[in-house]
Structure formats: C-alpha cells, structure tokens
C-alpha cells in the first residue's frame, strides 16, 4: 500500500468521523441586523433540491425535487479584520454573531415569476451585469453551499452577480453514490438556467466556476448545450473547473463536444496530484483517475488537453493548510487576482502577466507547458476535531500507518468536495 493511499484511508476515517461530531446546521435563520463593517453578498439561487419547510434555517435538504426552486438569500460577512481570506467563519450557535460570523440577512423562497423578476430587477439597477455561476461538490449541505459561494465572491472582489446552482447533495460521506445520481438527476435543471441566463437580454456575460462532483453536473449540462444548439452561447466566457471529480476518460468524450470551436469559452482547469479527497474518489471508482488529480504535463493528458485546447494550471507544489489537499487553491492571492480578471470583464486567459506571473511563478511550468490559467478558490467547511476525538482517530488509524497517524493527529476538515 502506497503512503499516499495510506494517507487517503486515514482521511476518510477522519472526515467521517468529524462528520459524526456535528456539521453546522440550521444557518439560515434571518437576523435583524450585520456588525458595523461586515459585508452583504446578495446572491440568486436556483436548486433541484428538495423544499424543507419544517426544520428552521434549512430551507433545502438532500433529497429530489421534481423540478428547479428558486431563494434570494443575502449573507453577512464579518469584518475582514477579524477572518482569514479563504474560510468561512461559522457561528457555534444559532444565530450567529454578525461581528464575528457568517449570517443570514435574508432567506426568502420564490416562484419563478419572482425569481426572473428580482434577478432582472438585480441587473438592471446593479453595477454590473456579469453573472458569475457557481456549483458546489459532493457531501454538502444546502446552507454550506449558500456560505461558501458568498465566502468566494466576497473574497474574490470581483462585481459579479452571483447565482448558486444547488443539486440534491445529502452532505453524508457515505452517500457518495447517492450525491453521484442527483448529480446526473440535476443536469437538466442546470442546462435550463444556464440557457434562460443566456437568452436574459439584461445578462451581458457569464462565468462558470464548478467544483469536484459539481464537476460532472456542469460539463454533462454544457455537453447537452452545446449539442442542443450546435455551440455554445457566446455570453459564456469562461468555464472553471476546479479540482474535478470527473472520470478523465469520460471528459474526453464530453469536452470534444463543448470545445468545438475557437471561438468556443476557454475553458481552465486545476488540477493537483496529491489531492487526497480526489484519491479516494478514485478508489471508489476502480481505480480510475479523476480529472482534478492528474498529472498534465504526462500522456495521454497532455495531448488530449492540448487538442482540446483546455487551460491547465497544476498547483501540485502549492502548500496548503488543508490536509487532504483538497482546498488548496483557496488563498488570498489567487481570489483576488481572478476577482480582478473578471470585475474588469477579462477572460482568464487573455490578461497579461498570466496569473502563474502574479503569484510568483507558483505553476508557472504547467501554464507555459499547456497554456495560461486560472481558477477562483474554494475551501471546504472547516470543522476541529476536539482532542478526545483525535486519540480516538490516532488508536483507530495505527494500523495504517505512521504517516496516517500523523495526518488525523492535525485538526481535520470536513470536506465537501
């Protein structure tokens, strides 16, 4: 057994058992008021959740529902003095302090009238009318999808206006396969929002950021897009694929479809090989290697990327406070500096000095190898371990390994990838 295969095991060991400590719940309750220099994203949301009316401050829970629903949800962000670039600060009790943690301001479901209403109503009064489309990975929650989008377009200081496509996620480790159909179930519902944003005569340009199994969700619905109308529309500028947990063989099959063009979007993707997350995926799949874990500069990836004129940037050498590696793109430097791209209505691959440039040459090897890239951050919800649990993770991890035990004895991260 290899050390990094070692190192995934005791992950999932740790993830699951942080998972059964507890993970926030019930964040969506409205507060009255925000803390004197705390920040409001005001996003769109469009999901194929089920609706929960019954738990408070859910709004949304893991199961199917029979067609797309719609939330205006605005999220305090506390003041940058007191957070980390990167995190999402969640309250330890409901509700949470505005001063010192994400909040709701407002959480209100609508039809789809209101819906196209408010967002019109959004672009035409707003600063700007570039929508920046996000879409969440496996094991998440409603609520943690609503935080961490408002975490990346606060972070990234981009003016955006943002939507979050939410599929039927359960936000259970265990529920891979489950997480994985809702997935294939939710890429209708996503082709529908990305087609009626690309006919909203108010929308002047669109991005699209997905990450891990959000992934799938994405490419399947562009696939279907660019099949249906023979290309894709030209309001989609870019498409960011961040740390994909996506079969490379079946993306093949899928980007000969979306990049039929040059005049198609570019399309970026990030990639890092010692992704811990994205290695037990792989097991999970037969051992299959996931798209987001590659090494691109190796064959076959390097000719099947080149040919279908993907942007790649390897950030395999990047140091990260996430153990598993999974969030590891998730710093200041890379949100501001694609925030910036897009608030001046670049693509990302079009700016000079590329973004490899701006953060020191960090991957700039993979970038002059495959070409100019670029990515918006994401990290997962944070969640320590107390030290009970840790002993209990190291006794239970000492058969595989020292390395292992020396991963569970860090805090851990729940991660939803």
């Known amino acids: 057994m290899t050390k990094a295969y070692v190192i995934a095991g005791a992950a999932l060991l740790a993830i699951a058992l942080v998972g059964c400590a507890g993970r926030p719940t019930g964040n969506l309750v409205v507060v009255s008021a925000s803390a004197p220099g705390a920040s ?43 957070r980390k670039i990167g995190e999402v600060q969640w309250p330890s009790t409901i509700p949470g302090d505005p001063a010192h943690d994400f909040v709701t301001l407002r959480a209100d479901r609508l039809d789809l009238d209101q819906a196209k209403a408010a967002f019109d109503q959004r672009l035409r009064t707003g600063p700007t009318r570039h929508v920046l489309l996000f879409v969440h990975g496996y094991n998440t929650r409603f609520e943690e999808a609503v935080y961490r989008f408002a975490q990346i377009t606060h972070d990234s ?108 979007p ?36 390097r000719s099947v990327l080149e040919k279908a004129r993907v942007n790649v940037i390897d950030l395999s050498k990047v140091q990260s406070d996430d153990e598993l590696n999974h969030s590891k793109f998730a ?35 993979a970038a002059d190898t495959l070409g100019k890239a670029a990515t918006l951050a994401i990290s997962a919800p944070a969640a320590i371990i107390d030290p009970d649990t840790r002993a209990t993770l190291s006794d239970q991890a000492g058969a595989l390994g020292e390395s292992a035990v020396d991963v569970i004895r860090s805090p851990a991260t729940a991660v939803s990838h």
């Open 40 to 82: 409001a994203v005001d996003m769109m949301v469009a999901t194929t959740r089920a609706d929960d009316p019954v738990a408070p401050g859910v709004m949304f829970n893991g199961e199917r529902a029979r067609g797309l629903a719609f939330a205006d949800i605005i999220v305090s962000i506390p003041p940058d003095e007191t």
């Open 157 to 264: 200081g981009a003016r955006v206006v943002p939507v979050l496509f939410t599929w039927p996620s359960r936000g259970k480790l265990f529920d891979y396969v489950y997480d994985r159909e809702s997935a294939t179930y939710s890429r209708d519902g996503l082709e529908a929002v990305l087609q009626a944003l690309a006919k909203d005569p108010n929308v002047e340009s669109i991005s699209i950021l997905a990450h891990s199994m959000g992934n799938f969700v994405a490419v399947e619905a562009l696939r279907q897009m660019a099949i249906r109308d023979r290309k894709l529309s030209p309001k989609i500028k870019d498409i960011m694929l961040a740390s994909p947990d996506l079969d490379f063989d079946v993306f093949r099959r899928e980007i000969a479809e979306i990049e039929a063009s040059d005049k198609d």
């Open 266 to 301: 570019p399309v970026t993707l990030f990639v890092s090989q010692d992704d811990y997350a994205l290695l037990a995926s792989r097991r999970l799949a037969g051992d299959e290697p996931r798209l987001g874990a590659i090494d691109p500069s190796a064959e076959p990836y």
């Open 331 to 365: 710093t200041s430097e890379v949100v501001r500096a694609i925030g910036q791209r897009l608030a001046v209505g670049q693509t990302l691959t079009d700016a000079k000095p590329t973004l490899g440039e701006r953060l020191g040459g960090v991957a700039q090897g």
